[in-house]
């Protein structure tokens, strides 16, 4: 039997904040972000979901059958590799583990592949054996309303303690494998394949040698390059071309980027802290969870950006090193910043108003 941990009650005039893992902030409050894929595979077939793969008694279940089954209640913190968290929010599925012990895996079956009903097969996977202990939750259902399609409805998994990437979307098939079979941010964004956000396992390691990337910085040219975690710091990168660039969790720290062209490029996570970011172009680029705590963002552009978890002021639990960047009125959109965390929020208001 599953023991759930009693309920702590709090004081509703004394709110402890709630723990978070390292280097993560929470979303305004009531906010969701919407990550990844935004809509399923259109497709005419009625919904199924399938545990297939290395069971004895593989199964196929409709969606009204499984609207059917006894549901549960459960309070999940939400935890993004782009350093967002959403605690407590609140789920309606069944356990995962109550539909696949009945299928009975096969003794050889060692990990577990979640396949989207998306059109690239979106997927991500898990080691059976730590299926006990995470107890993922296959949901319909969030705050008591079915979830939305943005969010993976009509039916998607919920895994607590990984970080989000690793709740699938759109849950279509289950299936037991030998062999690992990395998901796709796994395997094309560097994403790493454990991703416990309390231990901060957000990526693997850079892709390229040192050797490599300084000669590529040294062009100031990285238009359409893939380069995950890459080392920038303090560099000298005025009028650097990044356009469309593929630049996942690099530090940018102390460098000058005067007139940087980042349009349409991934920099999510990036690390911008103090670097000189002043007529640099952010149009249309993620910067998902990308700090500018310390820049200089003067005459800057991060208009149709996407900021989800991006910060630009300390939030409360920040060593004092981190200190607030300089912006202009118009170097974010309200809209933009109303997507921003409670911390972000007052710190860019002061700013732009
Ligand atoms: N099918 C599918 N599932 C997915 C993704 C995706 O792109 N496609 N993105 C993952 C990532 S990176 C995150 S953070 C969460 C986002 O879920 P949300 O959009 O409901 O916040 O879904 C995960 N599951
Ligand atoms: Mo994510």
Redesign the pocket.
Known sequence: MQHNPPVEKRMSTDPAPPKLPPNQALTARGK??????RQPAQRDEAWTLSITGLVEKPHQWTLQELHAMEQIERQIDIH???RWSKPNATFHGIPLLSLLTPCKPLPQARYVSFI?R?EHK?S?SLPLASLAQLDPLVAFSFDHKPLTT???GPIRTIVPNKY??K????LETILLLEEDQPG??EREAGYHNNADPWREQRYIASNLSRKQSAALLQQRNLSHQELLSLEAKHLDLQKLNATHALLRNANFSHANLQYADFSHANLSNANFQHANLQHADFSHADVEGASFCGANLKGANLQHASIFGASFAPEPHDPPSITPATVDKDTLSQDQISLLSDAQQAFLHTQTS
């Open positions: 969701w972000p919407v990550v990844g894929e993004c590799v782009t989207a998306s979106h991500t943005e969010h993976g989000f990437y709740s699938l979307k759109w796709t941010w």
